[in-house]
């Protein structure tokens, strides 16, 4: 498995737009291809938020993750967000998105990053796992969601 900057394999980008249109559309207000698309295209950077990876092996998706400013409505006070992760339905269960979240961390932390930032409704277990903690519960789109805090190890 590869996991390099979405800015150099785009080729990835319509189908990740529309996997992740589809997965989120049911709790996102508005969220469809198009939306999806311009939002993946914006995160083709590697040096400035946002920015995002993918993983994929002989071609073949395998999942994305992102940096950005901001990933909740509302809560701008908190910066930066690890954001997007997503992996292809075939693929999860293998530690992917284990690895595209630890790609993230690297590189906020590369910045001078203190405080990283996610918010989730249902994958809390997961990122628990991964050394994130609770911060608090936010409505989300008439969802649940919990933001969730990773702090840069001294």
């Known amino acids: ?37 311009a939002k993946l295209i914006s995160h083709q950077n590697r040096d400035q938020l946002p920015l995002a990876w993918v993983a994929h092996e002989n071609g073949v998706l395998l999942g994305t993750s992102a940096l950005r400013v901001c990933d909740l409505e509302g809560r701008e006070d908190l910066t930066p967000w690890l954001a997007g992760i997503f992996v292809m339905p075939d693929y999860r269960g293998r530690g992917i998105a284990a690895k595209l979240c630890e790609v993230a961390e690297r590189k906020a932390w590369e910045w001078g990053v203190a405080r990283l930032y996610l918010h989730t409704p249902d994958q809390q277990g997961l990122y628990r796992k991964l050394g994130w903690s609770s911060l608090e519960l936010e409505d989300w789109n008439g969802v649940q969601t919990e933001i969730m805090v990773k702090d840069r190890e001294a």
């Open 1 to 37: 498995m590869r996991i390099d900057y979405l800015e150099d394999a785009p080729d990835f980008i319509p189908l990740l737009a529309r996997e992740m249109a589809e997965h989120w559309s049911s709790i996102i207000p508005g969220e469809c291809y198009e939306r999806r698309y």
